[in-house]
Each structure stands twice: as structure tokens, then as C-alpha cells.
């Protein structure tokens, strides 16, 4: 929708030398002129505060939603004023719901928080708008009732409280639905058939939880009377026969439906999904169970039937094929030819004139093969052209075929986005090299494109790059641990702190004081008595295993007899010598070998 707007609003809101604010917010009001008086403009239009998504339009014209026109109160090529400002940050927001559909809908505020990031810039009272809702035919229209700080507040880069009253008036806190959301879908349970009856074209939607110990889950329908089509999706939303992950469009005569839900199918941590049973005839009975499977699937082989040679004296029978001993061969085919008849298109022999050989039909357009009530489905389902409603140009050659695209291609398929955790319509095939290899559609690559800081290092990352940013961070952090140096203790495995002795700071902890002691020879007075009293008397730790201990020689399953004062003080003797640098050291650098060190410490 275009208008005519006011001249150059850049000229009057900043220089062209001034870098422009982010974000760029205009007031929308309605241009005065003579043949319109201000009282006529203040009783018939309202200020409505928006963004700018791109400057293409033509000059002294602006492009302006047709929602935003008619809260506007404004008409198609009306002039209107165009104004710059600055609306101080949101702090709060009550919105009211004008659709009772809203209470249905579980996430709700999930949507409407996305929505609101990617579709508006300012908010502003008696401001109404429409967010779309994967699944729903018209979108949800929201009013805004009152703002905080004032009555138009910039949204952007804000955290924003927001409070949505129902159509009925009710605060809802927190996520939406709940005790409102008027949800009465029956639960399957195993071993207790639910029984109903459904009507031509429409649908009853069964919620089921499938345990984690699960391997494998079968939704088994048993029709009575009339015929029905089963479908599961992970997505309620999403359960129709269109749009499903898990179908079962078999004829009327194959009894019972089986719908088969193998664990590996579902995606990690996801445990419900939804049901739906959908009426072909105008009346349906049926009851619906399901059945787990907590053992593994066994791959099955199929098996060729294995082929009778006739034997010697046998002679093979071409109207039933059978094998039929030689002497009562003439009598078999008379009779055989007389009372049985074998299908042209199919092995089936059936008996001549019965009412199972005149109900059995096989399809002229493909393989399949069943009864006469079978045709009319099977058609609808099999071999009737549907176009999708993203490309009303392109037919698909049946319903089946239609509800493939629809699971996997389609923009209007749903999906629940890994970035901000809403049911959306996934959006156009991607198109770059990058949202191929990950399989992004148009919602999810534009919605991982935002920016957020990172944890550690404080750069902003777009985010579907979060977690390659973060394993860059981890691998910088072992590449820092393999290139550690170790403490001097080999009994211990931490790096190496910065002390005389090279130890790390938990071996250096008991060894450190706070004397004077520039020649370092009161330290090593503590190591000698420290050492000479655990090769003697040990640390009396009973896991001890350190063979330069009393307690572990102790602990030890070989027979070692304990030093005496004379043989742990001889041991120590190389210790002290390579020490022996520290008394001529400078602060702070010690010229000293610790890879021949052999030292022992108990930890």
C-alpha cells in the first residue's frame, strides 16, 4: 500500500553527515491540508509508530502494510505525515487477544516473542497487529492496551515483560494454554481400545507419550463399519492427511490399519506425538489402540516363495497351479476347470461364481489389487491430481505424492525451530551453499542469522554458529592442557606452578612459609624433614602406593622391608643436590634441571 509522505524526513531529523540511529522509528500521521481540518484529522486517525525494512520505494511515496493503514485510520494514496523520533526502550507490555483461537494455541508467547522480533520495531497504544500461526488459516490479531514507560516505546534490543489478556479477559502468566487453552484430546493408553465414531472428512486427534525404554510403538485401527485413514505427526498442529510424518492410506478391506513408529524415527528427546484418525466414509466406527515394543527390530528378510518342480509321475496344473499325479490328471482339470477360476492379472484361484471372485478388483493404473469397495479410495488416495497451496501452478500426480512434498519441501510445512522453539512454517528451500549443508529452510536461516554474545569471550556470534564457536573455545583449551608443563612430583598430574621446587601449588602448599628466606636453604630444609619423615614414618594413608612412602612399602602386597633413618636420608641426598642452584638464584629465575628430579611426594 503506498501514500503520498511528507518531503525529505532525513533533512529535518539529522544531518547527512550524522550516522544514522539503529533503529531508524517513524511517527505515521495523517498530512493536514485545508480541505481537511485538524479536528476532522484527530477524530478519524490514530499515530502509529514503525521501522523501516528498505528504501526502494518510488520518491514522495512510502509503502505502508494494510494493517498498519487501517490502525492507522488511513486510505490508499492519502497523504500522510512522516516524522522521525526516538521512543524511549520498553520496559512492559499488556497485550489483549481479539481471537478466541488464541487459547488453543500452547506457544503462544513462544510465537508471538518471535514475531515480534523479526516483524516490529515500536509498539504504541490502541496499535493492533496480526501474527501468523503455522497450522491456523487466518492469523491471531492482538491489541495493544497499555505500555510502560510511556504510550510508544521502542522494542528493539530491549527485554520486554509483556502480559496477553485472553478474548475472555484472563491474565495468562508464563506459557499459553494451560487451564485456557480448552485442549480435550483423548490420551492412548496400551491395552485400553478407545472406541469412536468419525464422520467423512473429519478428523479425531489421539495424544500419545511413548516411554524412553520404547524401541518401537504400533497404532493398531480396527474399522467395524465404514473406512477411516490413520496419520501420525510429532506436531498437533500438523496431523491431518496432508500434513504427517507416519500415514496408513490402505483400502477398506485390509483390516487391521497398522501404523508402525520405530524410536529411531523420533528425534532426540521428543516423546509425544499426536494421532489423527480421518473419516473416508460418511460414517465410521473404529477403535484405535497401541502397542509397545520395548526389544529391539529384528531387520526381516524377504523370502521368495520357493517354486514345486512336478515329479516324475506328477503333471503341473495351469488353471490352479498345482502339481497332480499323472494317472488323476484328466480328472483333476475337469473338474478344476469347472469349479475354479484363476485371476489373469494374479496368482489367486478362486471358486467360479463365488462372491469373493466378484468383489475381487485390480487397479488398470497400477499394481494394486483388493475388492470392488476398495476402487473409490484407492483412486482418491492414489491417482487423483492435488496442487499444493504453496504452487497452486503445479500438480502433483495424488494425495500421496502431495503429502511427500508437503513433509519435506514445502515453504507451509511445520516445523519447530531449534533457534527460537516455535511451530513455524518453515519457509522457501534455501538457496546458499551453507543452508544446504544444514538443511535450513528460510525461517530457520534467518532466525539463526541474529547476533548474541558469546560466554567467554564476549564477541558476538550469529546463532547457528554458537556451537562451532564454542568447540573453537574448547579446542583452545585442550591445545593450552597438552601444552602444559607438570609438576616435579610424579605422583601428581597437575601443571606445574610458578616456586622454586616446580611443583604445582597443591604439593607446594605444605612446604611454603612466609620467612625471609632469599637462599631458598629454609625451604629446602622443610622438604628434606618432610621427605626423610614420609620415607620413615609414612603418611598413613591406607591407599597409599607410592613406594618412596613408610605406608605404602606397608600397603605394598610384595614383601619390603622398611628403610631405616641412615637409607632415607641417603636417598635424599640427589634430591638436595639438584636443588643445589637455589641458593645462587636470582628472584624468580632458577636454573635448575627438573626433568631429573626424581621426587615423590605423597598427594
Known amino acids: 500500500m503506498a501514500a503520498g509522505a511528507d518531503d525529505d524526513v532525513s533533512d529535518h531529523a539529522f544531518g547527512s553527515s550524522e ?5 531508524l522509528i517513524f511517527r505515521l500521521t495523517r498530512r493536514v491540508t485545508a480541505s481537511l481540518p485538524r479536528q476532522s484529522e484527530q477524530a478519524s486517525s490514530t499515530a502509529v509508530y514503525c521501522g523501516v525494512r528498505e528504501f526502494s520505494c518510488d520518491e514522495d511515496c512510502v509503502a505502508i502494510p494494510e494493517w ?16 522521525f523520533v526516538r521512543p524511549e526502550k520498553g520496559l512492559f507490555a499488556q497485550l489483549q487477544a481479539l481471537d478466541s483461537a488464541a487459547a488453543s494455541v500452547g506457544d503462544l508467547r513462544a510465537i508471538l516473542e518471535a514475531h515480534m522480533r523479526s516483524n516490529l520495531t515500536a509498539l504504541s497504544v490502541g496499535e493492533t497487529f496480526r501474527v501468523p500461526v503455522g497450522g491456523m488459516d487466518q492469523p491471531l490479531s492482538f491489541s495493544v492496551v497499555a505500555l510502560e514507560p510511556l504510550g510508544a516505546v521502542d522494542i528493539v534490543d530491549t527485554d520486554l515483560s509483556v502480559d496477553i489478556l485472553q478474548a475472555d479477559g484472563v491474565v495468562v502468566d508464563g506459557q499459553i ?22 464422520a467423512g ?33 510429532r506436531i498437533q498442529r ?6 504427517n510424518m507416519w500415514f496408513d492410506y490402505s483400502s477398506p478391506s485390509q483390516q487391521p490399519k497398522r501404523l508402525r513408529i520405530e524410536h529411531s524415527e523420533l528425534p532426540s528427546g521428543s516423546n509425544t506425538i499426536y494421532v489423527s484418525l480421518s473419516g473416508f466414509t460418511p460414517t465410521c466406527n473404529a477403535t484405535v489402540d497401541v502397542q509397545f515394543d520395548s526389544q529391539p527390530a529384528i531387520p526381516s528378510v524377504r523370502l521368495s516363495s520357493p517354486t514345486t518342480e512336478p515329479g516324475a509321475d506328477e503333471k503341473h496344473c495351469a488353471n490352479c497351479d498345482s502339481s497332480v499325479p499323472v494317472a488323476r490328471f484328466d480328472m483333476h482339470q475337469a473338474v478344476c476347470q469347472r469349479h475354479n477360476v484363476k485371476c489373469p492379472r494374479c496368482p489367486r484361484v478362486f471358486k467360479r461364481g463365488s462372491a469373493e471372485f466378484e468383489q475381487h478388483w485390480h487397479c488398470d493404473l497400477c499394481d494394486e489389487a483388493g475388492e470392488l469397495g476398495d476402487r473409490e479410495k484407492h483412486a482418491h488416495f492414489y491417482h487423483t491430481p492435488r496442487a499444493c497451496s504453496c504452487d497452486p501452478a503445479h500438480e502433483y500426480t495424488s494425495i500421496v505424492e502431495l503429502a511427500a512434498h508437503r513433509r519435506t519441501q514445502c515453504s507451509e510445512r511445520l516445523i519447530e525451530c531449534q533457534y527460537c522453539h516455535t511451530i513455524v512454517a518453515q519457509g522457501l528451500p534455501p538457496t546458499s ?32 554458529q554458537v556451537q562451532t564457536h564454542m568447540r573453537l573455545h574448547e579446542m583452545k583449551e585442550q591445545s593450552a592442557r597438552a601444552n602444559m608443563v607438570p609438576c616435579v612430583n610424579r605422583e601428581c598430574i597437575r601443571e606445574r606452578a610458578d616456586n622454586p621446587l616446580g611443583l604445582c601449588g597443591i604439593c607446594f602448599g605444605p612446604l611454603y612459609s612466609g620467612q625471609y628466606d632469599p637462599d631458598h636453604q629454609k625451604l629446602l630444609k622443610r622438604l628434606a624433614r618432610n621427605l626423610h619423615a614420609q620415607l620413615t614414618s609414612g603418611c598413613g594413608s591406607k591407599r597409599c602406593h607410592n613406594m618412596h612412602c613408610a605406608s605404602g612399602r606397608a600397603n605394598s602386597s610384595a614383601e619390603v622391608a622398611p628403610l631405616s633413618h641412615t637409607e632415607a636420608a641417603a636417598m635424599l641426598v640427589p634430591i638436595l643436590r639438584a636443588y643445589a642452584p637455589l641458593a645462587t638464584a636470582t628472584k624468580g629465575h632458577f636454573a635448575i634441571d627438573y626433568s631429573g628430579i626424581d621426587l615423590h611426594l605423597c598427594v
Not at 550516522?19 to 533503529?23: D, M, N, R, T, V
Open 433 to 464: 551453499t551453507e543452508a544446504i549443508m544444514r538443511g535450513q529452510h528460510e525461517h530457520e536461516w534467518s532466525c539463526g542469522s541474529r547476533s548474541i554474545p558469546c560466554a567467554k569471550c564476549k564477541l558476538y556470534v550469529s546463532i547457528r
Open 201 to 233: 472428512g473429519q478428523s479425531q486427534v489421539f495424544q500419545l507419550h511413548i516411554p524412553a525404554q520404547v524401541q518401537s510403538t504400533d497404532v493398531v485401527v480396527t474399522c467395524y463399519s465404514g473406512d477411516a485413514s490413520v496419520c501420525a505427526s
Open 19 to 23: 550516522q544514522l540511529p539503529s533503529p
Open 238 to 243: 500438523s496431523v491431518n492427511i496432508l500434513d
Open 68 to 83: 498498519l493503514l487501517q490502525t492507522a485510520g488511513l486510505a490508499v494514496g492519502e497523504p500522510v505525515a512522516v516524522e
Open 177 to 198: 494454554g494451560g487451564a485456557h487453552s480448552g485442549n480435550t484430546m483423548s490420551e492412548l493408553v496400551p491395552g485400553t481400545p478407545c472406541t469412536i465414531d468419525v
